[in-house]
């Protein structure tokens, strides 16, 4: 079992930059895709970024984000982080961390087994 913990959201203007951070319980960190999605008022939930297993090499990004965003983990520390920079008022929304078992950076959210409970990120223009 694993337990995420979203935080690092909040209200920012355009074109300003968020951190945020994915913390998780439990052992084995490492052997976890850990992924990013979002939810906007309205809208499906959606594939922003994940980052695979161990050193986590392989990254995979929403063509709506790459190249401002930048995924990534610290095993040590039981983290995942998300680094948005340039943002835009889309992209507003509530992001959610997740864990994957299949150690993938998969974009599907099938592919993930656990979810973080959500972090509000607002942005105005």
């Known amino acids: 079992q694993v337990q995420l913990v979203e935080s690092g959201g909040g209200l920012v203007q355009t074109g300003n930059s968020l951190r945020l951070s994915c913390a998780a319980s439990?052992?084995?960190?490492?052997?976890?895709?850990m992924g990013w999605f979002r939810q906007a008022p309205g809208k499906e939930r959606e594939f922003v970024a994940a980052?695979?297993?161990?050193?986590?090499?392989?990254?995979n990004y929403a063509d709506s984000v790459k190249g401002r965003f930048t995924i990534s983990r610290d095993n040590a520390k039981n983290t995942v982080y998300l680094q948005m920079n340039s943002l835009k008022p889309e992209d507003t929304a509530v992001y959610y961390c997740?864990?994957?078992?299949?150690?993938?950076?998969?974009?599907?959210?099938?592919?993930?087994?656990?979810w973080g409970q959500g972090t509000q990120v607002t942005v105005s223009s």
């Open positions: 980052i695979g297993r161990n050193d986590g090499r392989f990254t």
């Open positions: 997740a864990a994957g078992v299949g150690g993938s950076s998969s974009r599907f959210l099938y592919d993930y087994d656990y």
């Open positions: 439990g052992r084995s960190f490492g052997t976890y895709a």
